[in-house]
């Protein structure tokens, strides 16, 4: 016999992971089962059974929620008309259910000011979903400046400029800076198109080689663009790819391994550098939905890319380094199915675990096992073996 305790975290659950999907099909048709006993079961405590019916019949959902009954006819106390399951058949519903209706609310009210803005557009339909809880999440006057940075964008696509010359009455460089993920993902969202038509000032990529001995360049640690680096007559065994310039300065020496800075999201340049491009490549992020979106980023440049210490071991092991995620990606795409279960539990629990945070021994202990999966490593006691 499931009470309103359940219901309500039931459509917590609902809400979650469904209403981003929502935005664009907002009509529902889902039912939370209220568990009907057996007379068999309602005869063994009959002040709860009671209590039960009596709580459900007197319950008064919103609209778009209706109770609905079912009859049983027992032998010992005869015709019952019985409450069966809650049926919701509206977003706006489930919304209240969940505790969620004033969210739900700006979030639709910022879908409709982008449709308003952009009614032509056949992509918004599959856009909008995932980038909706991030662009309801600003105030009134940041979501009209991302709604004329986009415009600009949308009607200057081949602009050549640079993103600080770009002049937009109240939109000044630092927000754009701060907010320029989700003017990107709108622009797209809006046209179908990838990219702002601003020009860039080449992405500078920090490497260190962490082996003395790996032929192709005199320098161990240096930093210089995609071009440069492809001009590098490196063949590593493996190239490590880790998010953080903390976690690269600290890596000790590893045999056979490049690593490199990712540079967040700009990971997606790498694929440009030949030696990069095709060694085996292991990608080391934060502990975060942001992290796993950069993986998906990279891994759709860098196919073979595998994750290492992103699973559920490490957070679990770490947990209580961990911090509330302050902003988190959704939407994101292409993980195995342990990546996927890992980004779920940090989705459901705001959490942010900084690659950082983890003790250099554990890691480096960890990476070996990972990379004795794509070479031998030299044990360092008879230089044979693996680690």
Request: charged share 25%; hydrophobic share 40%.
């Amino acid at each position: 016999m499931k009470n309103q305790a359940e219901l309500r975290r039931w459509a917590v659950t609902k809400y979650r992971r469904n209403h981003r999907a929502w935005i664009t099909e907002p009509r529902l048709d889902v039912t939370f089962s209220l568990g009907i006993p057996t007379e068999t079961q309602a005869l063994a405590d009959p002040d709860a059974f009671a209590g039960w019916a009596t709580s459900w019949r007197r319950w008064r959902g919103p609209d778009g929620a209706e109770l609905e009954w079912a009859t049983r006819n027992w032998p010992s106390w005869g015709r019952q008309k019985l409450p069966a399951r809650v049926r919701v058949t509206s977003a706006e519903a489930l919304a209240e259910l969940a505790g969620q209706a004033a969210g739900w609310r700006r979030c639709r009210q910022t879908a409709g000011a982008i449709r308003s803005r952009w009614p032509e557009s056949s992509y918004l339909a599959d856009g909008l979903p995932g980038l909706i809880d991030d662009a309801a999440a600003l105030d009134h006057t940041d979501l009209q400046r991302l709604l004329a940075m986009t415009a600009w964008l949308t009607d200057h696509p081949d602009s050549g400029l640079m993103p600080r010359m770009v002049a937009v009455p109240g939109v000044d460089t630092k927000w754009l800076e701060r907010h320029r993920g989700l003017v990107e993902r709108l622009l797209t969202a809006v046209t179908g198109q990838v990219g702002t038509g601003l020009a860039e000032e080449p992405q500078r990529f920090r490497i260190r080689i962490l082996d003395d001995a790996l032929e192709g360049s005199r320098l161990h640690d240096l930093t210089t663009g995609v071009a440069e680096l492809d001009r590098l007559a490196l063949a590593p065994a493996a190239v490590l790819i880790v998010e953080n310039l903390t976690t690269l300065a600290g890596l000790p020496p590893l045999p056979g391994v490049v690593a490199v800075h990712g540079r967040g999201h700009a990971v997606v340049q790498l694929d440009q550098v030949g030696w990069i491009a095709d060694s085996p490549v292991l990608y080391w992020g934060d502990l975060d939905t942001h992290g796993f979106n950069i993986l998906s980023r990279a891994r759709g440049r860098l196919p073979g890319a595998r994750s290492v210490l992103m699973d559920a071991e490490t957070l679990h092991r770490f947990r209580s380094l961990a911090v509330p995620e302050p902003t988190q990606a959704h939407g994101v795409a292409g993980l195995t199915e342990t990546e996927e279960a890992t980004y779920r539990e940090l989705e459901s629990g705001h959490l942010r675990l900084e690659q950082e945070r983890i003790p250099m021994g554990h890691a480096v202990g960890r990476l070996q096992s990972a990379l004795a999966g794509i070479f031998t490593l030299p044990n360092p006691r008879s230089g044979t073996g693996s680690v």
